[in-house]
Protein backbone atom coordinates (compact mmCIF):
# COMPACT_ATOMS: atom_id res chain seq x y z
CA UNK A 1 0.00 0.00 0.00
CA UNK A 2 1.20 3.09 -1.07
CA UNK A 3 2.61 5.93 2.07
CA UNK A 4 2.57 9.38 2.17
CA UNK A 5 3.75 12.35 4.78
CA UNK A 6 0.98 14.17 3.87
CA UNK A 7 -2.16 14.00 1.70
CA UNK A 8 -4.25 17.27 0.64
CA UNK A 9 -7.81 16.39 0.07
CA UNK A 10 -9.10 19.04 -2.62
CA UNK A 11 -7.25 20.88 -5.31
CA UNK A 12 -8.95 24.35 -5.71
CA UNK A 13 -7.22 27.44 -3.72
CA UNK A 14 -7.04 26.09 -0.38
CA UNK A 15 -5.46 22.84 -1.75
CA UNK A 16 -2.92 24.58 -4.37
CA UNK A 17 -2.02 26.36 -1.66
CA UNK A 18 -1.17 23.93 0.68
CA UNK A 19 0.96 21.86 -1.99
CA UNK A 20 2.68 25.86 -2.34
CA UNK A 21 3.22 25.76 1.75
CA UNK A 22 4.26 22.55 2.16
CA UNK A 23 6.67 22.36 -0.50
CA UNK A 24 8.27 25.53 0.97
CA UNK A 25 8.20 25.80 4.80
CA UNK A 26 8.45 21.74 5.41
CA UNK A 27 10.13 20.89 1.73
CA UNK A 28 11.20 16.86 1.40
CA UNK A 29 7.95 15.44 2.40
CA UNK A 30 6.33 13.41 0.16
CA UNK A 31 2.64 14.53 -0.52
CA UNK A 32 -0.25 14.47 -2.79
CA UNK A 33 -3.31 15.96 -3.59
CA UNK A 34 -6.62 13.65 -4.41
CA UNK A 35 -9.23 16.05 -6.23
CA UNK A 36 -12.23 13.96 -7.01
CA UNK A 37 -13.82 15.74 -10.39
CA UNK A 38 -11.32 15.61 -13.21
CA UNK A 39 -10.06 18.99 -13.31
CA UNK A 40 -7.93 21.52 -10.90
CA UNK A 41 -10.04 24.77 -9.50
CA UNK A 42 -12.89 24.04 -6.96
CA UNK A 43 -15.91 26.62 -7.00
CA UNK A 44 -13.79 28.30 -9.97
CA UNK A 45 -14.11 25.05 -12.16
CA UNK A 46 -17.28 23.57 -11.23
CA UNK A 47 -19.69 26.68 -11.16
CA UNK A 48 -20.13 27.68 -14.74
CA UNK A 49 -23.38 30.14 -14.57
CA UNK A 50 -23.24 33.68 -16.67
CA UNK A 51 -21.31 36.35 -15.22
CA UNK A 52 -19.44 33.72 -12.45
CA UNK A 53 -16.90 36.29 -10.43
CA UNK A 54 -15.11 36.41 -7.16
CA UNK A 55 -17.20 38.58 -4.20
CA UNK A 56 -14.14 39.42 -3.02
CA UNK A 57 -10.96 41.75 -4.36
CA UNK A 58 -8.26 39.50 -5.75
CA UNK A 59 -5.88 41.40 -3.47
CA UNK A 60 -6.88 39.41 -0.75
CA UNK A 61 -8.48 36.23 -2.55
CA UNK A 62 -5.36 35.63 -4.28
CA UNK A 63 -2.18 33.70 -2.79
CA UNK A 64 0.01 35.40 -0.63
CA UNK A 65 2.73 34.15 -2.57
CA UNK A 66 2.52 35.12 -5.95
CA UNK A 67 0.84 38.62 -6.89
CA UNK A 68 -2.39 38.77 -8.76
CA UNK A 69 -1.49 40.96 -12.49
CA UNK A 70 -4.39 41.58 -13.76
CA UNK A 71 -6.81 44.96 -14.16
CA UNK A 72 -9.50 43.77 -12.58
CA UNK A 73 -9.78 43.47 -8.91
CA UNK A 74 -13.37 41.98 -9.00
CA UNK A 75 -12.83 38.93 -11.41
CA UNK A 76 -14.59 36.63 -13.68
CA UNK A 77 -14.20 33.20 -12.91
CA UNK A 78 -12.25 32.12 -15.77
CA UNK A 79 -9.56 34.54 -15.03
CA UNK A 80 -9.41 33.14 -11.30
CA UNK A 81 -9.10 29.34 -12.54
CA UNK A 82 -6.23 31.22 -15.65
CA UNK A 83 -4.31 32.38 -11.91
CA UNK A 84 -4.61 29.15 -10.12
CA UNK A 85 -3.72 26.82 -12.98
CA UNK A 86 -0.71 29.24 -13.90
CA UNK A 87 0.45 28.84 -10.08
CA UNK A 88 0.02 24.77 -9.81
CA UNK A 89 2.15 24.82 -13.40
CA UNK A 90 4.75 27.44 -11.88
CA UNK A 91 5.67 25.32 -8.40
CA UNK A 92 4.90 22.37 -9.96
CA UNK A 93 2.07 21.67 -7.85
CA UNK A 94 0.60 20.04 -10.76
CA UNK A 95 2.88 16.97 -10.74
CA UNK A 96 1.00 16.08 -7.48
CA UNK A 97 -2.90 16.12 -8.11
CA UNK A 98 -3.92 13.20 -8.87
CA UNK A 99 -7.67 13.43 -10.33
CA UNK A 100 -11.34 11.56 -10.16
CA UNK A 101 -9.72 10.84 -6.12
CA UNK A 102 -12.64 10.88 -4.03
CA UNK A 103 -11.70 10.38 -0.25
CA UNK A 104 -14.46 8.83 1.66
CA UNK A 105 -13.44 7.31 5.08
CA UNK A 106 -10.13 7.81 7.07
CA UNK A 107 -9.12 5.55 9.87
CA UNK A 108 -6.76 6.47 12.33
CA UNK A 109 -4.41 4.07 13.80
CA UNK A 110 -2.28 5.21 16.89
CA UNK A 111 0.27 1.89 17.32
CA UNK A 112 1.38 3.05 13.90
CA UNK A 113 1.00 6.84 13.96
CA UNK A 114 -1.10 6.99 10.45
CA UNK A 115 -4.54 7.43 8.66
CA UNK A 116 -5.37 4.66 6.46
CA UNK A 117 -7.91 6.56 3.62
CA UNK A 118 -10.08 4.51 1.42
CA UNK A 119 -10.78 6.55 -1.71
CA UNK A 120 -12.58 5.59 -5.16
CA UNK A 121 -10.78 6.95 -8.01
CA UNK A 122 -11.38 6.81 -12.01
CA UNK A 123 -14.46 6.75 -13.85
CA UNK A 124 -15.42 3.63 -12.66
CA UNK A 125 -15.04 4.57 -8.90
CA UNK A 126 -12.99 1.40 -7.80
CA UNK A 127 -12.19 1.61 -4.26
CA UNK A 128 -8.52 1.54 -3.09
CA UNK A 129 -6.26 2.60 -0.34
CA UNK A 130 -3.44 4.79 1.31
CA UNK A 131 -1.43 5.63 4.18
CA UNK A 132 -0.69 9.28 5.51
CA UNK A 133 1.27 10.62 8.65
CA UNK A 134 -1.28 13.61 8.33
CA UNK A 135 -4.32 13.82 6.48
CA UNK A 136 -5.26 17.53 5.42
CA UNK A 137 -8.87 18.48 4.19
CA UNK A 138 -8.91 21.35 2.05
CA UNK A 139 -12.13 20.49 0.03
CA UNK A 140 -14.16 23.21 0.07
CA UNK A 141 -17.28 23.75 2.89
CA UNK A 142 -20.27 22.68 0.88
CA UNK A 143 -21.57 20.02 -1.40
CA UNK A 144 -20.02 19.88 -4.90
CA UNK A 145 -22.73 16.89 -5.95
CA UNK A 146 -25.34 19.46 -5.56
CA UNK A 147 -26.27 23.11 -4.33
CA UNK A 148 -29.82 23.65 -1.63
CA UNK A 149 -32.55 22.90 -3.64
CA UNK A 150 -36.19 23.56 -1.43
CA UNK A 151 -39.04 21.90 -3.29
CA UNK A 152 -41.27 24.60 -4.92
CA UNK A 153 -45.65 23.86 -5.01
CA UNK A 154 -46.35 23.04 -8.52
CA UNK A 155 -42.75 22.57 -9.74
CA UNK A 156 -44.15 19.75 -11.93
CA UNK A 157 -47.19 22.05 -14.08
CA UNK A 158 -44.28 24.42 -15.21
CA UNK A 159 -43.44 24.31 -18.66
CA UNK A 160 -40.63 26.08 -19.11
CA UNK A 161 -37.26 25.30 -18.07
CA UNK A 162 -35.74 24.93 -14.34
CA UNK A 163 -31.96 25.32 -13.34
CA UNK A 164 -29.70 25.46 -10.41
CA UNK A 165 -26.59 27.48 -10.98
CA UNK A 166 -24.31 25.08 -9.27
CA UNK A 167 -24.79 22.91 -12.27
CA UNK A 168 -25.74 25.12 -15.12
CA UNK A 169 -26.72 23.44 -18.46
CA UNK A 170 -24.35 24.40 -21.40
CA UNK A 171 -27.75 23.84 -23.52
CA UNK A 172 -29.35 26.48 -22.15
CA UNK A 173 -30.42 29.29 -24.28
CA UNK A 174 -32.42 32.46 -22.51
CA UNK A 175 -31.83 35.06 -25.06
CA UNK A 176 -35.20 36.91 -25.78
CA UNK A 177 -36.72 35.26 -22.51
CA UNK A 178 -38.21 36.06 -19.31
CA UNK A 179 -35.97 34.93 -16.63
CA UNK A 180 -36.98 35.03 -12.60
CA UNK A 181 -34.13 34.30 -10.49
CA UNK A 182 -35.65 33.12 -7.21
CA UNK A 183 -32.88 34.35 -4.53
CA UNK A 184 -30.55 37.34 -3.51
CA UNK A 185 -27.52 36.55 -2.44
CA UNK A 186 -24.01 36.57 -3.96
CA UNK A 187 -25.04 34.45 -7.10
CA UNK A 188 -28.52 35.94 -7.67
CA UNK A 189 -27.00 39.56 -8.05
CA UNK A 190 -24.28 38.31 -10.35
CA UNK A 191 -26.59 36.49 -12.59
CA UNK A 192 -29.20 39.17 -12.97
CA UNK A 193 -27.35 42.25 -14.59
CA UNK A 194 -25.52 39.26 -16.92
CA UNK A 195 -28.62 37.52 -18.07
CA UNK A 196 -30.48 40.84 -18.30
CA UNK A 197 -27.56 41.75 -21.23
CA UNK A 198 -29.70 39.31 -23.49
CA UNK A 199 -32.82 38.02 -21.70
CA UNK A 200 -36.31 39.81 -22.52
CA UNK A 201 -36.36 40.69 -18.94
CA UNK A 202 -35.34 39.43 -15.66
CA UNK A 203 -37.01 38.83 -12.55
CA UNK A 204 -34.82 38.63 -9.35
CA UNK A 205 -37.84 37.45 -6.91
CA UNK A 206 -36.13 37.78 -3.03
CA UNK A 207 -38.10 36.99 0.43
CA UNK A 208 -36.18 39.48 1.71
CA UNK A 209 -33.55 41.98 0.70
CA UNK A 210 -29.78 41.69 1.31
CA UNK A 211 -27.35 44.22 1.68
CA UNK A 212 -25.37 45.68 -1.99
CA UNK A 213 -22.78 47.64 -1.99
CA UNK A 214 -21.12 48.76 -5.01
CA UNK A 215 -17.17 48.90 -5.98
CA UNK A 216 -15.47 49.31 -8.56
CA UNK A 217 -14.43 46.12 -10.75
CA UNK A 218 -11.00 47.90 -11.30
CA UNK A 219 -8.88 49.14 -8.51
CA UNK A 220 -7.55 52.31 -9.86
CA UNK A 221 -4.57 52.70 -7.33
CA UNK A 222 -3.51 49.59 -7.21
CA UNK A 223 -3.16 49.57 -11.37
CA UNK A 224 -1.37 52.61 -11.15
CA UNK A 225 1.21 51.08 -7.70
CA UNK A 226 2.02 48.36 -10.29
CA UNK A 227 3.36 50.63 -12.70
CA UNK A 228 5.91 51.96 -10.47
CA UNK A 229 6.57 49.44 -7.79
CA UNK A 230 7.99 45.50 -8.59
CA UNK A 231 5.06 42.93 -8.58
CA UNK A 232 5.42 41.70 -5.58
CA UNK A 233 6.08 44.83 -3.46
CA UNK A 234 3.09 46.46 -5.10
CA UNK A 235 0.49 43.29 -4.35
CA UNK A 236 1.89 43.29 -0.81
CA UNK A 237 0.99 46.74 -0.45
CA UNK A 238 -2.76 46.90 -1.78
CA UNK A 239 -3.49 43.54 0.04
CA UNK A 240 -2.74 44.94 3.65
CA UNK A 241 -4.33 47.71 2.55
CA UNK A 242 -7.38 46.25 1.87
CA UNK A 243 -7.02 43.39 4.74
CA UNK A 244 -7.25 46.37 6.79
CA UNK A 245 -9.82 48.64 5.80
CA UNK A 246 -12.32 45.03 5.57
CA UNK A 247 -11.19 45.31 9.40
CA UNK A 248 -12.06 48.62 9.98
CA UNK A 249 -15.42 48.40 8.30
CA UNK A 250 -16.34 45.04 9.76
CA UNK A 251 -15.65 45.98 13.42
CA UNK A 252 -17.19 49.57 12.24
CA UNK A 253 -20.03 48.09 11.34
CA UNK A 254 -20.34 46.16 14.65
CA UNK A 255 -20.12 49.00 16.66
CA UNK A 256 -22.14 51.23 14.55
CA UNK A 257 -24.88 49.47 13.11
CA UNK A 258 -27.52 52.24 12.40
CA UNK A 259 -25.17 54.19 11.31
CA UNK A 260 -23.61 51.53 8.54
CA UNK A 261 -27.03 50.87 7.74
CA UNK A 262 -27.54 54.27 6.42
CA UNK A 263 -24.77 54.56 4.88
CA UNK A 264 -25.25 51.65 2.28
CA UNK A 265 -28.82 52.50 2.06
CA UNK A 266 -27.77 56.02 0.63
CA UNK A 267 -25.55 55.34 -1.95
CA UNK A 268 -28.09 52.67 -2.90
CA UNK A 269 -30.22 55.41 -3.07
CA UNK A 270 -27.89 57.37 -4.94
CA UNK A 271 -28.24 54.48 -7.72
CA UNK A 272 -31.60 53.97 -8.16
CA UNK A 273 -33.01 57.73 -7.35
CA UNK A 274 -35.42 59.08 -4.50
CA UNK A 275 -38.70 57.26 -6.07
CA UNK A 276 -37.43 54.04 -5.96
CA UNK A 277 -38.95 51.75 -3.26
CA UNK A 278 -35.19 50.98 -1.47
CA UNK A 279 -37.13 50.30 1.77
CA UNK A 280 -38.81 47.26 0.40
CA UNK A 281 -36.61 46.16 -2.01
CA UNK A 282 -32.82 47.26 -0.60
CA UNK A 283 -33.73 47.59 3.42
CA UNK A 284 -32.94 43.82 5.01
CA UNK A 285 -34.16 43.44 8.87
CA UNK A 286 -30.60 42.80 10.37
CA UNK A 287 -27.77 44.48 10.85
CA UNK A 288 -25.14 45.01 8.66
CA UNK A 289 -22.27 42.05 8.17
CA UNK A 290 -25.10 39.88 10.49
CA UNK A 291 -25.00 38.12 6.85
CA UNK A 292 -22.35 38.40 4.06
CA UNK A 293 -22.68 41.95 2.34
CA UNK A 294 -23.44 41.25 -1.58
CA UNK A 295 -20.32 42.91 -3.86
CA UNK A 296 -21.75 44.12 -7.39
CA UNK A 297 -19.07 45.69 -9.37
CA UNK A 298 -19.33 49.07 -11.44
CA UNK A 299 -22.97 48.78 -10.03
CA UNK A 300 -24.14 46.58 -12.90
CA UNK A 301 -27.04 45.65 -10.63
CA UNK A 302 -28.19 48.63 -10.64
CA UNK A 303 -27.86 50.14 -14.11
CA UNK A 304 -29.63 46.85 -15.21
CA UNK A 305 -32.76 47.94 -12.82
CA UNK A 306 -32.51 51.34 -13.66
CA UNK A 307 -32.47 50.66 -17.34
CA UNK A 308 -35.71 48.26 -16.83
CA UNK A 309 -34.03 45.10 -18.44
CA UNK A 310 -34.37 43.44 -14.90
CA UNK A 311 -36.54 43.90 -11.92
CA UNK A 312 -36.70 43.29 -7.92
CA UNK A 313 -39.84 41.63 -6.55
CA UNK A 314 -40.16 41.42 -2.77
CA UNK A 315 -42.64 38.37 -2.00
CA UNK A 316 -43.36 34.99 -1.09
CA UNK A 317 -43.81 31.97 -3.49
CA UNK A 318 -47.09 30.72 -3.82
CA UNK A 319 -46.83 27.76 -6.42
CA UNK A 320 -45.30 27.64 -9.53
CA UNK A 321 -47.94 27.81 -12.20
CA UNK A 322 -47.92 26.66 -16.30
CA UNK A 323 -46.01 29.88 -17.29
CA UNK A 324 -44.41 31.34 -14.13
CA UNK A 325 -44.86 31.87 -10.73
CA UNK A 326 -47.65 33.06 -8.47
CA UNK A 327 -47.07 34.90 -5.50
CA UNK A 328 -48.60 35.17 -1.55
CA UNK A 329 -49.49 38.66 -2.67
CA UNK A 330 -51.87 37.41 -5.37
CA UNK A 331 -49.44 38.85 -7.72
CA UNK A 332 -48.55 36.48 -11.16
CA UNK A 333 -44.70 36.62 -12.99
CA UNK A 334 -44.43 35.18 -16.01
CA UNK A 335 -41.24 33.28 -16.64
CA UNK A 336 -39.37 31.11 -19.73
CA UNK A 337 -36.98 29.86 -17.37
CA UNK A 338 -36.72 30.09 -13.66
CA UNK A 339 -33.16 29.92 -11.56
CA UNK A 340 -32.95 28.61 -8.36
CA UNK A 341 -29.88 30.82 -7.02
CA UNK A 342 -30.70 29.23 -3.09
CA UNK A 343 -27.73 28.54 -1.78
CA UNK A 344 -25.11 26.09 -1.11
CA UNK A 345 -25.57 23.05 0.96
CA UNK A 346 -22.75 23.21 3.00
CA UNK A 347 -20.76 20.15 4.47
CA UNK A 348 -17.87 19.29 6.77
CA UNK A 349 -14.93 18.09 4.81
CA UNK A 350 -16.88 16.46 1.68
CA UNK A 351 -18.74 14.12 4.16
CA UNK A 352 -16.09 12.01 5.15
CA UNK A 353 -16.12 9.19 7.34
CA UNK A 354 -13.58 9.17 10.45
CA UNK A 355 -12.64 6.75 12.39
CA UNK A 356 -9.91 6.89 15.77
CA UNK A 357 -8.56 4.00 17.16
CA UNK A 358 -11.74 1.73 15.95
CA UNK A 359 -14.10 4.03 16.99
CA UNK A 360 -15.97 6.09 14.80
CA UNK A 361 -16.05 10.16 15.42
CA UNK A 362 -18.85 12.23 15.27
CA UNK A 363 -17.06 15.58 14.30
CA UNK A 364 -19.90 17.40 15.47
CA UNK A 365 -19.30 16.76 19.10
CA UNK A 366 -15.72 18.18 18.82
CA UNK A 367 -14.45 21.49 19.73
CA UNK A 368 -12.94 23.06 16.63
CA UNK A 369 -9.08 23.98 17.87
CA UNK A 370 -7.71 27.47 16.07
CA UNK A 371 -11.26 26.46 13.45
CA UNK A 372 -8.97 24.11 11.72
CA UNK A 373 -8.26 20.97 14.05
CA UNK A 374 -10.65 18.82 15.95
CA UNK A 375 -10.66 17.46 19.65
CA UNK A 376 -9.50 14.36 20.47
CA UNK A 377 -8.64 13.97 16.29
CA UNK A 378 -5.15 13.93 15.78
CA UNK A 379 -3.07 14.29 12.37
CA UNK A 380 -5.83 15.88 11.08
CA UNK A 381 -6.50 19.91 9.50
CA UNK A 382 -8.96 21.35 7.47
CA UNK A 383 -8.93 24.59 5.70
CA UNK A 384 -12.19 26.68 6.13
CA UNK A 385 -11.96 30.43 5.17
CA UNK A 386 -13.57 33.50 6.69
CA UNK A 387 -17.33 34.72 6.28
CA UNK A 388 -16.31 38.33 6.69
CA UNK A 389 -13.08 38.17 4.52
CA UNK A 390 -11.52 36.64 1.65
CA UNK A 391 -11.58 32.88 2.45
CA UNK A 392 -7.58 32.56 0.89
CA UNK A 393 -6.27 34.68 3.99
CA UNK A 394 -7.38 32.09 6.38
CA UNK A 395 -6.63 29.17 3.53
CA UNK A 396 -2.83 30.77 3.42
CA UNK A 397 -2.61 30.68 7.92
CA UNK A 398 -3.82 27.48 8.32
CA UNK A 399 -1.19 25.55 5.61
CA UNK A 400 1.48 27.72 7.51
CA UNK A 401 0.14 26.63 11.02
CA UNK A 402 0.11 22.82 9.71
CA UNK A 403 3.62 23.31 8.26
CA UNK A 404 4.29 24.73 11.90
CA UNK A 405 3.02 21.47 13.27
CA UNK A 406 5.06 18.97 11.23
CA UNK A 407 8.02 21.03 11.64
CA UNK A 408 7.88 20.86 15.55
CA UNK A 409 7.04 17.24 15.23
CA UNK A 410 10.03 15.89 13.16
CA UNK A 411 12.49 18.53 15.66
CA UNK A 412 11.03 16.67 19.03
CA UNK A 413 10.75 12.89 17.11
CA UNK A 414 6.99 12.45 17.23
CA UNK A 415 4.45 11.21 15.27
CA UNK A 416 1.44 12.61 16.99
CA UNK A 417 -0.53 15.72 17.39
CA UNK A 418 -3.84 15.95 19.37
CA UNK A 419 -5.68 19.19 20.65
CA UNK A 420 -7.47 17.33 23.99
CA UNK A 421 -10.16 19.57 25.38
CA UNK A 422 -9.68 18.96 29.36
CA UNK A 423 -11.66 22.05 30.55
CA UNK A 424 -14.30 20.85 31.89
CA UNK A 425 -15.83 24.76 32.41
CA UNK A 426 -15.23 25.46 28.47
CA UNK A 427 -18.57 27.05 27.13
CA UNK A 428 -20.33 25.90 23.95
CA UNK A 429 -21.17 27.54 20.76
CA UNK A 430 -22.19 27.42 17.31
CA UNK A 431 -19.23 27.18 15.05
CA UNK A 432 -19.86 30.32 13.31
CA UNK A 433 -21.87 33.30 14.72
CA UNK A 434 -23.44 34.00 11.52
CA UNK A 435 -27.12 34.20 10.55
CA UNK A 436 -27.60 33.83 6.19
CA UNK A 437 -29.60 30.93 6.06
CA UNK A 438 -27.40 28.61 4.29
CA UNK A 439 -25.34 28.38 7.14
CA UNK A 440 -28.30 28.12 9.95
CA UNK A 441 -29.75 25.49 8.45
CA UNK A 442 -26.35 23.59 8.63
CA UNK A 443 -24.83 24.67 11.66
CA UNK A 444 -25.19 20.87 13.11
CA UNK A 445 -23.37 19.16 10.72
CA UNK A 446 -20.32 20.99 12.21
CA UNK A 447 -18.04 21.30 15.28
CA UNK A 448 -18.55 23.41 17.91
CA UNK A 449 -16.34 26.36 18.86
CA UNK A 450 -15.32 27.47 22.70
CA UNK A 451 -15.89 30.64 24.38
CA UNK A 452 -12.00 31.51 24.45
CA UNK A 453 -8.83 30.67 22.43
CA UNK A 454 -7.48 28.42 21.27
CA UNK A 455 -11.10 26.79 20.91
CA UNK A 456 -12.28 30.35 19.86
CA UNK A 457 -13.40 30.93 16.02
CA UNK A 458 -12.19 34.36 15.35
CA UNK A 459 -13.10 35.89 12.44
CA UNK A 460 -10.18 38.06 12.36
CA UNK A 461 -7.02 38.00 10.18
CA UNK A 462 -4.50 40.11 12.51
CA UNK A 463 -5.42 37.63 15.35
CA UNK A 464 -5.06 34.90 13.16
CA UNK A 465 -1.74 36.06 12.14
CA UNK A 466 -0.28 36.18 15.69
CA UNK A 467 -1.81 33.05 16.73
CA UNK A 468 -0.87 31.01 13.53
CA UNK A 469 2.39 32.48 13.12
CA UNK A 470 3.83 33.60 16.26
CA UNK A 471 1.95 31.57 18.53
CA UNK A 472 3.36 28.39 20.66
CA UNK A 473 2.76 25.10 18.85
CA UNK A 474 2.98 23.15 21.89
CA UNK A 475 0.66 25.56 24.01
CA UNK A 476 -0.58 22.68 26.40
CA UNK A 477 -3.89 22.05 24.62
CA UNK A 478 -1.92 20.64 21.40
CA UNK A 479 -0.47 16.92 23.00
CA UNK A 480 2.33 15.77 21.16
CA UNK A 481 3.35 11.74 21.40
CA UNK A 482 5.05 9.09 19.81
CA UNK A 483 8.14 7.08 19.22
CA UNK A 484 11.26 8.95 19.09
CA UNK A 485 12.97 8.96 15.57
CA UNK A 486 15.82 10.15 13.80
CA UNK A 487 15.06 13.61 12.07
CA UNK A 488 13.79 13.47 8.77
CA UNK A 489 15.73 15.65 5.98
CA UNK A 490 12.61 18.24 6.09
CA UNK A 491 13.80 18.84 9.84
CA UNK A 492 17.04 19.79 9.09
CA UNK A 493 16.40 21.94 6.14
CA UNK A 494 13.90 23.87 8.43
CA UNK A 495 15.14 26.94 9.88
CA UNK A 496 14.92 27.15 13.49
CA UNK A 497 11.49 28.59 14.48
CA UNK A 498 9.68 29.47 18.13
CA UNK A 499 8.26 26.17 19.65
Not at 381 to 410: I, Q
Not at 472 to 478: E, I, K, L, S, W
Request: overall charge neutral; glycine content about 8%.
Amino acid sequence: MEHLDVLVVGAGISGIGAGYHLQTLSPGRTYAIFEGRPSMGGTWDLFRYPGIRSDSDMYTLGFSFRPWKEAKAIADGPSILKYLKETAQAYGIDRHIRYQHKVKRASWDSTASQWTVEFEHGPDGALDKITCNFLFMCSGYYNYAQGYRPDFPGEAEFKGRIVHPQHWPSDLDYAGKTVVVIGSGATAVTLVPEMAKTAAHVVMLQRSPTYVVSRPAEDAFANRLRKILPAKLAYDIIRWRNVLFQMYFYNFARKKPQQTKAGILDRVRQELGPDYDIATHFTPKYNPWDQRLCLVPDADLFQSIRSGAAEVVTDHIETFTENGIRLKSGKTIEADVIVTATGLDMQLMSGLEVTVDGAPTDLTQCFSYKGMMYSGVPNLASTFGYTNASWTLKADLTSEYVCRLLNHMDRKGLTECRPINDDPNLEAAPWLDFSSGYVTRAMNRFPKQGLKAPWRVYQNYALDLLAFRYGAVDDGVMRFSGPAKAATPAALAKVAEPA
